[in-house]
């Protein structure tokens, strides 16, 4: 089982529409969790950090559930700039410093008109 | 303002002949991070410094090595590259151990093996 499974799309969705992503995670002891996107050839930038009580940033909500090692994001009124790959990242922490983030292979968002 | 940079942004070289990428940061942070991601792959972590102190991870190929003379600075040396090994490297950096802490990635470096 990978340590961090994602469906990787393409979710081709109109601009306008509300999409979700699912994120499924192995390790109970992982410590923290994160949203980051990636667009074609570049790096990974954050988007924005999941906290168990659920965030939310403008039209991006993100939900943890511990219990069941799920995290989502909704994108609510989806924008042509968002069609990128959403990364889910888990992060375990290191001894001796340091943070391991383990990446989910990602998820491809195509917003058309 | 550039906080993580790499250079260069494209390098090709020959199978076998030995290359080092570089990552610098103007954030002052104590970790920096390598990552290797092949297309339409995860980014996979090689091994990071924490300070000075060196940590690899299990399944990184001895081929890979890397070097932090200083903080803002750290190189990634692939001793003897092999097809298998063209992918793009991704540096990143983050501040403390805190497990909430971004971590900051630059652009990234496309390594073509011919």
């Known amino acids: 089982r990978k340590e961090v499974e994602q469906d990787p799309g393409p979710f081709n969705v109109p601009e306008g529409a509300t999409v979700a992503f699912n994120c499924t995670y192995s390790n109970s002891a992982s410590q923290s969790f994160f949203w980051y996107r990636q667009d074609c050839r570049k790096e990974p930038k954050l988007l924005m950090s999941?906290?168990?009580s659920g965030n939310e940033d403008g039209r991006f909500t993100a939900q943890l559930n511990r219990a069941s090692q799920y995290i989502s994001l909704l994108i609510r009124d989806s924008k042509l700039s968002d069609s990128a790959t959403y990364l889910c990242?888990?992060?375990?922490?290191?001894?001796?410093?340091?943070?391991?983030?383990?990446f989910g292979t990602g998820t491809q968002l195509k917003v058309e008109l | 303002d550039a906080m993580v940079i790499q250079n260069p942004r494209y390098q090709v070289t020959q199978f076998g002949k030995p290359v080092t990428l570089s990552c610098s940061q103007t954030l002052n942070h104590n970790v920096m991070y390598w990552y290797q991601q092949k297309s339409s792959q995860a980014p996979k972590l090689l091994f990071h410094?924490?300070?000075?102190?060196?940590?690899n991870e299990a399944d990184t190929p001895d081929n890979f090595q890397s070097r932090r003379p200083n903080t803002s600075f750290c190189f990634l040396d692939i001793r003897s590259p092999g097809l298998g090994d063209a992918a793009m490297y991704l540096c990143?950096?983050?501040?403390?151990?805190?497990?909430?802490?971004?971590?900051?990635f630059g652009p990234g470096t496309r390594l073509t093996v011919l």
């Open positions: 999941v906290y168990s």
């Open positions: 990143a950096t983050s501040r403390e151990a805190s497990g909430l802490d971004e971590q900051f």
């Open positions: 410094y924490y300070d000075k102190d060196f940590n």
């Open positions: 990242v888990v992060n375990m922490g290191l001894t001796g410093g340091g943070n391991k983030l383990t």
